[in-house]
């Protein structure tokens, strides 16, 4: 299981940039209808591979924004949970530093929206390391989220 600790997101929605620590041991999101509650649980859903919440999309969010392209991006821990590090969330991934950052870049693909994941070590650049890096697609992305937090396929996409 991995805790996310930091949630950013670049043109979701009517949002610009936010930034939100979730380093707390308890998290509340409140405010009254429309200020955003179900956006952010949304781009923590398409962060994570799964699937908004009815009747939106990761293409609506994308869309509203009016820019070419829209991240999301999370910070999540990666410590071990005994003395063996093969017992990291990522160490399938032979990733091995304590944070990792998750990442979706959410782009126009001809006419349509299209969604491309990538993970990174602490330190590694999202931007530069876009290109060089191998991206997944989502129903890739979800299960190798699934595996690193021990979920069953009930969880995941179709």
């Known amino acids: 299981m991995f805790h996310l ?11 610009q ?33 799964l699937k908004c919440s009815q009747p939106r999309d990761f293409k609506t969010y994308a869309r509203h924004a009016g820019a070419k392209v829209a991240w999301l991006r999370a910070v999540v821990d990666n410590k071990p949970h005994t003395r063996q590090s093969s017992s990291r969330p990522f160490a399938r991934r032979l990733l091995y530093s304590d944070q990792v950052t998750l990442a979706c870049r959410i782009d126009r693909n001809g006419g ?23 991206t997944k697609s989502c ?20």
């Open 5 to 15: 600790q930091t949630l950013e997101l670049v043109h979701w929605d009517y949002c």
């Open 17 to 49: 940039r936010v930034s939100l620590p979730l380093d707390a041991s308890i998290i509340t999101i409140a405010g009254p209808n429309g200020s955003g509650k179900t956006t952010l649980l949304d781009a923590m859903r398409t962060l994570l591979g």
């Open 139 to 158: 129903k890739s992305w979800a299960w190798r989220l699934g595996v690193a937090c021990w979920l069953t396929q009930d969880f995941l996409l179709p």
């Open 112 to 134: 349509d929206w299209q969604r491309r994941y990538i993970w990174l070590w602490k330190g590694m650049s999202v931007l530069s390391s876009w290109v060089s890096a191998p």
